[in-house]
């Protein structure tokens, strides 16, 4: 298989700073993954989907992975459901397409989600009020060290927020994904802002869902064509009783939401706002006009200028709310 050498990774990246990887791999099949592993075993790897989660701020001395095994199979169906186990390039909202125009529920409010769909269990993808961990069966894996095959139940991948085993570890190369999906859909109301743009319709399709979703993301999101950026840059933080009722004394209007006893969720979108980070920019980076919790990139090549920002934020915020608000992007 070809090996790519001092590649540029601007392209790679939905915040285009500019990288050269040592070395670069686009694998076809899971054998042409498992040679490559094992011709390789010293050099430090990093797998690489579509780019929409992560940006560079420096040059990759090892091997970057770049998935490119296509294709489906259908491993089960009867009048109720049906398993289909789909490649790890495969563009994630072209299966969403795909599955809304053969009324296969269960992905609708994940469309226009970028990424791939090796990528979607890494950090268990979500949009309105739902998880992708909610119809993955079984995670298909090569293991980065040896190269050898491995299998991950649902149960197996510990997903949770916006995290996963893979993405805790590291450790496996997601080479297909088995989701398990509805033949008959009902809609069931999740979201305000969907059941507004469903204009209060009671039993949407499944199409006039997706297409709802769609509309609502490209009002919402920055084209990351014109504007680079990674979507929501900051997870939104988990809050124990103490810091839940400092941050109400501090902002009474603050959401906050019960997870248990002793943790709380707020947003993070607001405390970037309070802290004065609404629609402000530094140099050539800055929130996005219409959602502060996305970071945008007004034409720098430098990944540490998207750093430094980001560390303006967590500083601010964390001096006046004493929270910490954690990355969602990958930074390498
Ligand atoms: C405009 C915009 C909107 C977004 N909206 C949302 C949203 O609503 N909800 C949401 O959850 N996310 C959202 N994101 C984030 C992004 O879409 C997801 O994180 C997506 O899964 C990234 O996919 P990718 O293929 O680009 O992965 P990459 O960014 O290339 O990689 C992300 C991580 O996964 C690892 N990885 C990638 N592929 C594999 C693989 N095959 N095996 C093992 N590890 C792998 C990488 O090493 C990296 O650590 C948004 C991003 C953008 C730019």
């Given at each position: 298989?070809?090996?790519?050498?001092?590649?540029?990774?601007?392209?790679?990246?939905?915040?285009?700073?500019?990288?050269?990887?040592?070395?670069?791999?686009?694998?076809?099949?899971?054998?042409?993954?498992?040679?490559i592993?094992?011709?390789y075993?010293?050099?430090?790897?990093?797998v690489?989907?579509?780019?929409?989660?992560?940006?560079?701020?420096?040059?990759?001395?090892?091997?970057?992975?770049?998935?490119?095994?296509?294709?489906?199979?259908?491993?089960?169906?009867?009048?109720?459901?049906?398993?289909?186990?789909v490649?790890?390039?495969?563009?994630?909202?072209?299966?969403?397409?795909?599955?809304?125009?053969?009324?296969?529920?269960?992905?609708?409010?994940?469309?226009?989600?970028?990424?791939?769909?090796?990528?979607?269990?890494?950090?268990?993808?979500?949009?309105?009020?739902?998880?992708?961990?909610?119809?993955?069966?079984?995670?298909?894996?090569?293991?980065?060290?040896?190269?050898?095959?491995?299998?991950?139940?649902?149960?197996?991948?510990?997903?949770?927020y916006r995290?996963?085993?893979?993405?805790?570890?590291?450790?496996?190369?997601?080479?297909?994904?088995?989701?398990?999906?509805k033949?008959l859909?009902?809609?069931?109301?999740?979201?305000?802002?969907?059941?507004?743009e469903?204009?209060?319709?009671?039993?949407?399709?499944?199409?006039?869902?997706?297409?709802?979703?769609?509309?609502?993301?490209?009002?919402?999101?920055?084209?990351?064509?014109?504007?680079?950026?990674?979507?929501?840059?900051?997870?939104?933080?988990?809050?124990?009783?103490?810091?839940?009722?400092?941050?109400?004394?501090?902002?009474?209007?603050?959401?906050?939401h019960?997870?248990?006893?002793?943790?709380?969720?707020?947003?993070?979108?607001?405390?970037?706002?309070?802290?004065?980070?609404?629609?402000?920019?530094?140099?050539?980076v800055?929130?996005?006009?219409?959602?502060?919790?996305?970071?945008?990139?007004?034409?720098?090549?430098?990944?540490?200028d998207?750093?430094?920002?980001?560390?303006?934020?967590?500083?601010?915020?964390?001096?006046?709310?004493?929270?910490?608000?954690?990355?969602?992007?990958?930074?390498?």
């Amino acid at each position: 298989m070809n090996i790519q050498y001092n590649i540029q990774l601007k392209p790679y990246n939905s915040f285009r700073t500019q990288a050269h990887a040592k070395l670069f791999c686009e694998p076809e099949s899971v054998a042409e993954l498992s040679d490559i592993l094992k011709k390789y075993p010293d050099e430090k790897k990093l797998v690489l989907g579509g780019g929409f989660n992560l940006f560079f701020t420096k040059d990759f001395d090892g091997l970057i992975i770049h998935p490119a095994m296509k294709g489906f199979n259908i491993w089960y169906e009867d009048t109720n459901l049906i398993e289909i186990e789909v490649s790890a390039s495969t563009n994630w909202d072209d299966f969403v397409e795909f599955c809304v125009d053969n009324h296969y529920a269960g992905i609708e409010n994940l469309s226009l989600i970028p990424s791939t769909v090796g990528a979607a269990p890494v950090q268990n993808i979500g949009a309105y009020g739902t998880e992708v961990k909610e119809v993955i069966t079984l995670v298909r894996t090569v293991d980065i060290r040896t190269g050898e095959p491995k299998d991950f139940t649902n149960k197996m991948c510990y997903f949770e927020y916006r995290d996963s085993f893979f993405k805790r570890t590291g450790n496996h190369i997601i080479t297909s994904v088995v989701f398990r999906l509805k033949k008959l859909f009902t809609y069931k109301e999740k979201y305000i802002d969907l059941t507004n743009e469903l204009k209060n319709n009671k039993y949407p399709t499944l199409r006039e869902v997706r297409d709802a979703i769609v509309r609502i993301r490209t009002r919402k999101m920055p084209d990351y064509d014109t504007l680079p950026n990674a979507g929501s840059f900051f997870k939104n933080p988990y809050l124990t009783y103490e810091q839940k009722e400092k941050l109400i004394r501090l902002l009474p209007n603050a959401t906050i939401h019960h997870v248990n006893e002793n943790c709380f969720k707020t947003s993070s979108a607001f405390l970037i706002d309070k802290a004065g980070y609404k629609n402000k920019r530094s140099g050539m980076v800055g929130t996005y006009e219409h959602h502060s919790l996305i970071i945008v990139n007004y034409g720098t090549e430098q990944g540490k200028d998207i750093v430094n920002f980001m560390e303006q934020i967590q500083h601010t915020v964390h001096s006046q709310f004493n929270i910490w608000l954690e990355p969602e992007v990958r930074v390498y």
